[in-house]
């Protein structure tokens, strides 16, 4: 059967530091990969999507980067934290076309 | 107009009451449909998923499509308190493109 795995489940992190967190599949290959924010009030917002190693669709501008080395793991980073970056991030993993998304258990991050 | 149209609650109902949950959407291509649960602090789980206008029924979950109407539900029976939870509907197309996710209906079934 399939897992998604996302780590770490918390983090706090100060201001103008990097960041990088991780989500790897497993069970499945070639999945469609996805990172999502979610705020208070503001329902699930699609930040990345890949569709194969290297391919990295941005949904929304911002200060955050993603990145897929491998065919089942999935990378959101940042340069430099703003306070603006604070959220619950999901990664998620789709399999063949028209088939539904798993979530991970999400990371909650706090900026200082 | 938005692509998925949500009422965010939040809903509180008695313990046992039959509970109806519903997302409107505007853009035909969708094709196939979802609704996650998502308790606090914890990712959304996948709950119904559906390709079709129609019911199915998975214990005391029934999740209806009318394609005709543009308009999705999700009744559960006989609620029990561990049903308190965030719901999402959630709607694809063919391909690759992301689904398009409400912003939830917060529920609360008081024992």
């Known amino acids: 059967s399939q897992t998604i795995h996302q780590w770490p489940a918390t983090l706090v992190q100060p201001v103008g530091s990097p960041l990088s967190l991780e989500c790897t599949v497993e069970?499945?290959?070639?999945?469609?990969l996805y990172w999502y924010r979610q705020a208070a009030g503001r329902g699930l917002q699609l930040l990345f999507y890949?569709?194969?190693?290297?391919?990295i669709s941005s949904e929304v501008p911002q200060n955050l980067s993603a990145s897929r080395p491998q065919d089942r793991q999935f990378i959101l980073s940042s340069k430099k934290l703003l306070l603006s970056d604070s959220g619950f991030y999901l990664c998620?993993?789709?399999?063949?076309?028209?088939?539904?998304?798993?979530f991970g258990d999400g990371t909650r991050l706090s900026i200082l | 107009q938005k692509e998925v149209e949500q009422d965010p609650g939040p809903l509180s109902v008695p313990e046992g009451a039959i509970v109806s949950l519903n997302c409107t959407y505007s853009?035909?291509?969708?094709?196939?449909f979802m609704w996650y649960r998502q308790y606090s602090r914890k990712g959304p789980e996948l709950l119904m998923y559906?390709?079709?206008?129609g019911n199915k029924e998975d214990g005391r979950f029934t999740a209806q499509v009318d394609k005709s109407s543009k308009y999705i539900s999700l009744f559960i029976r006989d609620s029990q308190p561990s049903d308190s939870a965030t719901y999402l509907c959630?709607?694809?197309?063919?391909?690759?493109?992301?689904?398009?996710f409400g912003k939830g209906t917060r529920l609360s079934v008081i024992a």
């Open positions: 959630a709607m694809g197309q063919s391909g690759n493109t992301p689904l398009v």
């Open positions: 998620a993993w789709k399999g063949a076309k028209d088939q539904p998304q798993h």
């Open positions: 853009n035909s291509a969708f094709q196939y």
């Open positions: 890949s569709v194969g190693i290297g391919q």
């Open positions: 559906t390709y079709s206008s």
């Open positions: 069970g499945t290959s070639n999945p469609n």
